[in-house]
């Protein structure tokens, strides 16, 4: 299993920033997708989930703002952040469960007010 999470960078609070995962080594279409956080100090926090069959949830922090995606053709996860804040500055880690936890490597997403 590989996941290749890339977009990160550095915004003013307000922006928007589009996080790809590129995923590999497993069935991707049959298997519910996580978008998780690690901000500076804070625990890894579950940010947004999409199911095989599209179904979503979010953090209710995020709700409104954020809008996690998949194609099931390209192999890859989304993270669409929009009217981002600080307190949304951490480390983006796209997660795969099966049986055991699968991470990418993470991109960082840093929002300045």
């Known amino acids: 299993v590989q996941l290749q999470a890339s977009g990160g960078g550095l915004v003013q609070a307000g922006g928007s920033l589009r996080l790809s995962c590129a995923a590999s080594?497993?069935?991707?279409?049959?298997?519910?997708m996580d978008w998780y956080r690690q901000g500076p100090g804070k625990e890894r926090e579950l940010v947004a989930t999409?199911?095989?069959?599209?179904?979503?949830n979010y953090k209710d922090s995020v709700k409104g703002r954020f809008t996690i995606s998949r194609d099931n053709i390209k192999r890859n996860l989304y993270l669409q952040m929009n009217g981002l804040k600080p307190e949304d500055t951490a480390l983006y880690y796209c997660h795969l469960k099966r049986g055991i936890d699968f991470w990418g490597q993470g991109t960082q997403v840093t929002v300045s007010s």
């Open positions: 080594g497993f069935h991707f279409s049959i298997n519910t």
């Open positions: 999409i199911s095989s069959g599209g179904t979503t």
